[in-house]
Each structure stands twice: as C-alpha cells, then as structure tokens.
C-alpha cells in the first residue's frame, strides 16, 4: 500500500510540473483564437491520441446510460474548468492566475470529506480558511485592474475540485487512458455543437477562426502537454487518497513562476507572494495533518487484539 502511495505522490509531482507548460501555450496562443477553439484543440487532440491506445489494449468498452452521464459531467467540469483558466491567463500573469487556482487543494480537501468519507477536522477546515485568506490578498489588487476576471481562477478551483472527486472515484474502477479518453469526447461532443453554432457571429469568446503560424503550435502544443498531464493526474488518484496527493499542486507554482518570468517576462509582486507564503503554509499543514493521520490509523491497524 505504501508503495502505491509513493506511485501516487509522484505522478502528482509530474502533473504539477507539467501542467503549467500547457497553460504557457494557452496563454501565448494569438488573440484572434477564441478561448472555445483552444479547448476544442485541447480536447479534440487528447481523443485523437488516447482512444486509438484504448482499442489497441483492448481497454475501450460501451459505458452504459449512468456511466455515460458521469463522463459527461466530467467533460463539463474540466471544460468549464479549463476555459475559464484560459480566459485568465490571457488577462493576468500566469502566477497570479495560479496562485488563486491554489485554494483548489481546500476545496478538495472539504469535498473529500463531504464526498468521499475522508476524514476532515477542526485545525485542517481552519488552515483551508487561512488558505483563502491568502488568496484574497492575490485576488484585491488583481480584482481592482481586471474585475471580474480576477475570479475566473477562482470557478477554476471549484469545477478542477470537483473533477478531482469524480476522477477518484472513477479511476478505481476504469483504465486512466480509458477514463480520458472517453472524458475528451464528452467534452468534444459539448464543445463541437457550440462552434458550429457560432461560426461567423463574430463572438471573440466562440467564434472559430483558421490557425495559421504561431497558433498551429501553440494549439498542438495545448493538446500534447493537456493529454500527458491529465493522464499523470489520473494515475495519482487512482494509486494514493485525494487529500494526500492535493498539496502537491502548489509545485506549479514554481514551474508556473519560472514559465512567466522566462516566457512571458512576468514577475509577481510582494503582496501576491505573501499570498502565495499563506497558502502554501496552510497547504503544507494541511498535508502534514493528513499524513499524521494516516499514521495514526496504520498504527491502530497494527496492533494485535487479544482474543
């Protein structure tokens, strides 16, 4: 078991380095892509290269009436959850926009309580209310020049949150190529209807238009990075509990940081570094409670009882 663990912890490691590189391409694809084209890229790629696999392994299968709901739903968070990080970090730099997406890890800690039977007390639901205060203190001044898409990141964290919940449950009983792939349709199949539907309107945020140069690149690039990354994650809910893997996430933060300053010449300012500090010290305590609950619990399960 704690090798699975350990499997689990560095998958996540790998999602968390790798992530950030696909949020770079979003961020440097031209303007004149609109936010839903960039996720239909993302989602159309991810079916191309992990249903052929699927079939291949002989892993693929028919879902019946609920499974296929689930997926859906699925495909809705990860879609909505994508978007609205993409719509972000066009705006914002790519660490402010994930030093926010950072209170995903409280969410999920709070979900996996409510949704999964993990255990949740009083210190860990006081250290995810710091956590937020922290992010309060990157949100202001970010909120104060952008508005409202200063709280995109935010609706990020809730839709990857609740993503994560189902990921977990589902990954116990599916392949993780299969769960993406089939994921990747049912994001592609609400997506597709949408940019069809307005081809030609001239709505910056859903009317497709031709990729030619720099696009072509940043969009498979999108889609490349978005597949490997999301396949990590997959395999590191399917290996070690939600709660354990979920501070991890803050390692984004430093590819995130270095992609922005190399990238795109980004440098955060001291106040969204405090709020970083915040967080992520919260984070950690957080991880550090959940661990020495596990502890406790292998302890008790050792003992010997008497007959």
């Known amino acids: 078991m704690q090798d699975r663990t350990t499997l689990g912890i560095a998958f996540m490691v790998a999602f968390a380095l790798v992530a950030p590189i696909m949020d770079a391409f979003a961020k440097a694809t031209p303007d004149y892509i609109p936010v839903m084209e960039i996720l239909g890229f993302r989602f159309g790629i991810q079916v191309l290269l992990l249903l052929p696999v699927a079939l291949v392994l002989g892993i693929a299968h028919r879902p019946r009436a609920p499974e296929i709901g689930l997926h859906l739903v699925r495909g809705f968070l990860i879609m909505a959850a994508t978007g609205l990080f993409f719509a972000a970090v066009r705006e914002m730099p790519l660490a402010n926009a994930i030093a926010i997406f950072f209170v995903e890890p409280f969410i999920l800690t709070l979900l996996g309580a409510l949704f999964l039977g993990e255990a949740v007390g009083l210190r860990r639901i006081m250290a995810c209310t710091v956590g937020f205060g922290g992010a309060l203190l990157v949100i202001q001044p970010s ?30 009983r599916l392949s993780p190529i299969t769960l993406q792939a089939y994921t990747a349709i049912a994001a592609s199949a609400l997506i597709l209807p949408m940019l069809f539907a307005f081809d030609g ?15 072509v690149y940043t969009l498979l690039g999108v889609g ?24 991890l996430q803050y390692l984004e933060i430093v590819a995130a940081t270095s992609l922005g300053y190399f990238v795109f010449s980004d440098i955060p300012d001291a106040l969204t570094f405090l709020g970083i ?19 406790v619990l292998a302890q008790q399960t050792d003992v010997p009882h008497t007959p």
Do not use: W
């Not at 309107?201 to 696009?215: C, E, S």
């Not at 990354?229 to 399917?238: D, G």
């Open 143 to 172: 909120f104060s020049e952008l508005g409202f898409v200063a709280l995109y990141p935010l609706g990020t964290a809730l839709c990857f949150a609740l993503y994560m919940v189902m990921t977990r449950s589902m990954a116990q």
């Open 201 to 215: 309107t001239g709505n910056t945020a859903l009317d497709p238009a031709m990729p030619h140069g720099l696009a």
């Open 224 to 247: 490349v990075v978005s597949t490997v990354s999301h396949l990590f994650i997959s395999l590191a809910l399917k290996f070690a509990p939600a709660a354990t893997i979920a501070p």
């Open 277 to 295: 500090a915040i967080i992520v010290g919260a984070g950690l305590y957080v991880f550090a409670r959940e661990r020495r609950a596990e502890q």
